[in-house]
Nanobody, 126 residues
Framework: QVQLVESGGGLVQAGGSLRLSCAAS????????MGWFRQAPGKEREFVAS????????YYADSVKGRFTISRDNAKNTVALQMNSLKPEDTAVYYC???????????????????WGQGTQVTVSS
């Protein structure tokens, strides 16, 4: 059974930092692209960042470039999202995702995603 479990969410003031982590199990994820998405209340789920299985390819939404960094540890089957300089508009539920049949670049268009985590809440106060 494939599982993606996110952790690290919480409440932080604007300008602060949080580090999200996603632990994958049930399959060897080291050969597949992984990504992070978010969904704010009343809005559609949107792409945040993705990373290829080699870690060479990383992609970011324009709204988080320069502030967020995605990374992965293939030996531990984990992917992380370091979020710095957080803004109130970053408030959302953040989801980890895996794309067994796609690419990290395609994940930016929400294509080829096979599994989602249950999400972790990030709230940024002004």
């Amino acid at each position: 059974q494939v599982q993606l479990v996110e952790s690290g969410g919480g409440l932080v003031q604007a300008g602060g930092s949080l580090r999200l982590s996603c632990a994958a199990s049930g399959r060897t994820f080291s050969r597949y692209p992984m990504g992070w998405f978010r969904q704010a209340p009343g809005k559609e789920r949107e792409f945040v960042a993705s990373i290829s299985w080699t870690t060479i390819g990383t992609y970011y939404a324009d709204s988080v470039k320069g502030r967020f960094t995605i990374s992965r540890d293939n030996a531990k089957n984990t992917v992380a999202l370091q979020m710095n300089s957080l803004k109130p508009e970053d408030t959302a539920v953040y989801y980890c995702a895996a794309a067994f049949g796609g690419t990290a670049q395609a994940m930016a268009a929400m294509i080829g995603i096979d599994y989602w985590g249950q999400g972790t809440q990030v709230t940024v106060s002004s």
